[in-house]
């Protein structure tokens, strides 16, 4: 409960950005079960992929506000990932609830109020989707980048985690496997 109070007042406070978790971790008090038992979880469910020292140079703003954004939607769904039917159960989801989905759009954000929500031009601007909500399925960076000038002051964490960009090439050619890993 004291570490949620805590990356609660820290989300409220918008301080955070010189300090990594890491760094608040150690200078707090908190022991080596809480890192791995709990903290570990936590940082896996947000950014998983990454090694312990990735986890812990993480700025304590951008993790303050994943844990209170977690926390103020504890009830969401988990849906188990496996691939296509993790993909369509998730389609089905949204759908459901009158999300539009659109992939490859080439979307520009072009106005965001409060009261008149979002306008955003897609397909080089040759179409205008208005809508009340916006969600980014994106790394932050890349979030970042598309919100711009009309980002908050709570989003500009955003700016601040890097993500790195991952290939991975799945092939059966056996002639460029070696021959320890055929079988």
């Not at 079960?33 to 020292?53: E, T």
Request: with cysteine.
């Amino acid at each position: 409960v004291r570490f949620f109070n805590e990356m609660r007042s820290i989300y409220k406070s918008g301080r955070g950005a010189e300090e990594t978790i890491g760094e608040y971790i150690d200078s707090h008090g908190y022991d080596e079960n809480f890192l791995f038992l709990f903290f570990m979880g936590k940082a896996i469910h947000f950014f998983a992929g990454l090694s312990v020292q990735e986890y812990l140079s993480i700025p304590l703003n951008l993790f303050a506000w994943f844990m209170v954004a977690d926390m103020l939607d504890a009830n969401s769904d988990v849906l188990r990932m496996r691939n296509e039917e993790y993909t369509e159960a998730l389609r089905e989801k949204l759908e459901h609830h009158g999300v539009q989905i659109i992939c490859n759009a080439d979307a520009r954000l072009v106005s965001r109020d409060p009261k008149h929500g979002v306008t955003i031009s897609v397909r080089n601007n040759s179409e205008s989707i208005i809508a009340d909500k916006m969600v980014l399925a994106t790394q932050p960076s890349a979030a970042a980048k598309f919100l711009g000038k009309h980002m908050t002051s709570s989003e500009s964490v955003l700016k601040e985690f890097e993500c790195r960009l991952e290939h991975v090439i799945l092939h059966k050619d056996y002639k460029w496997v070696e021959n320890e890993s055929k079988s």
